[in-house]
């Protein structure tokens, strides 16, 4: 197995990081050529087909987060962003976690949950509902061959009422095992197709007949330990500080749970997942007790290292939706070598709980900025046509000076030069 603890990668050439990332992956010249396309992968015809109005494709910044090990296994993360300093602040997180074995991550089974509005009900329609289960377990099932061969599909239907200001209304829900599907469609043919069955057991009238997307029945939970050595005692006290801050101020937790899904989305983006799904979700799940809480916690273990943990729901998918289509989220599913959408979770709450830690602990140390501006001057002194070992000499001289440019990386490197 590659290890994805590569020292140093941000200072490697665009042609090194991609053999880096070849190498690990096994990626064909062809997967290469992919990731080097000029239309961000995606043509103007697959885009055509994906949406309405189409008159163009958008890119995005892609990169991998080095230092991943889940449940023993190494990870070079892809992810897709616009922010600076999310994807080094995700390898920083990746790396420490590493020295006390990186971050155990389990999921549950893929449950989603489709939901029937059902109105002007007869009395005793839920227990009427519940009674005939099994008949409409099996008139799901039958929109799906491919689920119910592979012993998945609807498994469970329950019943609530719910008080609105129109009066009670009857909602039905359907558990469905969508195996490695994220599961939006085939959920929603479901719900349409018994909907009918539905109203003549009730005598209502079936209304809406959706997903939901708060999907609770596919949690993924992830907990890593912090070495005390490479953090230090103080730093310790102060990140738990800044988790208690979250943990009891809502405006506070926002931003927290925001840095958090920093890390989920960019892996989300990476590999064609539904971002919207998975940020509702999470901020629904933020605010469970009732109040809109941090969705990591932040502790110390009884040898005094860090112990951070994070829990949130994530419907994600590795066949079906843009992930089988977009020829970059496909090359993207591959540096990931995954095979299940379990695994997949794993990884991206792993990548949640890394960026997570990342940002509290520079918000109480040095603050976000300093990173900010190093990496940007970074950025710049290469853009610039710095070598790497001439890097660090103009970005030094550029944060000691407080001019920060594209120019000002040239003139200090054009000067290195004459030296
Ligand atoms: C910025 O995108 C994310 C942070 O604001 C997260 C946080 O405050 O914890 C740095």
Redesign the pocket.
Known sequence: MSDSSISKFFEKTRKERLDIVANFANLSTKELEILQSNDGGLSFEKADNMVENTIGTFSLPLGVATNFLINGKNYLVPMVIE?P??IA?ASSGAKIARIQGGFQAICDESFSIGQIQILNTEINSATKILNSSKEIIDLANSFSNTLSKMNKGAKQVSCKEIDTALGKMLIVELFIDVGDAMGANITNTMCEGVSTLLEKITGGKALLRILSNYSTKRIAKVTAIFDKKEIGDQVIDYIIS?YQF?DNDVY?AV??????M?GIIAVANATGQDSRAIEAAAHAYAAKSGKYRSLSTWTRDSNGNLVGSLELPLSVGIIGGIANVHPIAKVCMKILQVSSAKELACIMIATGLA??FS??K??STDG?QKGHMQLHARNLATAAGAKPDQVDKIVQKMIQEKKISLDRAKEILNNLVDL
């Not at 931003?255 to 958090?260: E, L, P, Q, V, Y």
Request: zero cysteines; charged letters at 15%.
């Open positions: 922010e300093s999310v602040a800044a979250a506070r931003t927290h749970n925001k840095g958090i920093n960026q997570n940002a509290i520079a918000l976000i």
